[in-house]
């Protein structure tokens, strides 16, 4: 059974700097998808970053891209995800979720989609103040 555990969500000024951390227990990370996804009060969940098993390829939402970044760490079994240039939008409660890729045709398909994923994170707040 998989467990993931994020950390980092904090409060922050706009412009500043965040890392989230989300740590898997189980199986080896290498043979899982990663992404990150968001909720608002009030809105529907957003995808906001994946990362392939491989960890080749990358995908990012438009309204972050080019400020987060998603990196992985197989050896300690965690994705990253930095944020930077933080604004009053990006506040919201954030969630790692993994999908198991071992059956999947390529090591390098990003999944952006929330029902690809099969294990999710109880998620950490973060939020951006003007």
């Known amino acids: 059974q998989v467990q993931l555990v994020e950390s980092g969500g904090g409060l922050v000024q706009a412009g500043g700097s965040l890392r989230l951390s989300c740590k898997a227990s189980?199986?080896?990370?290498?043979?899982?998808?990663m992404g990150w996804f968001r909720q608002a009060p009030g809105k529907d969940r957003e995808f906001v970053a994946a990362?392939?098993?491989?960890?080749?390829?990358?995908n990012y939402a438009d309204s972050v891209k080019g400020r987060f970044t998603i990196a992985r760490d197989n050896a300690g079994n965690t994705v990253l995800l930095q944020m930077n240039s933080l604004k009053p939008e990006d506040t919201a409660g954030y969630y790692c979720?993994?999908?198991?890729?071992?059956?999947?045709?390529?090591?390098?398909?990003?999944?952006?989609?929330?029902?690809?994923?099969?294990?999710w994170g109880q998620g950490t707040q973060v939020t951006v103040s003007s």
């Open positions: 979720a993994i999908r198991d890729g071992r059956l999947d045709n390529s090591p390098n398909i990003v999944y952006t989609a929330e029902n690809r994923y099969n294990y």
């Open positions: 189980g199986p080896p990370l290498s043979y899982y998808a």
């Open positions: 990362i392939s098993r491989s960890g080749s390829s990358t």
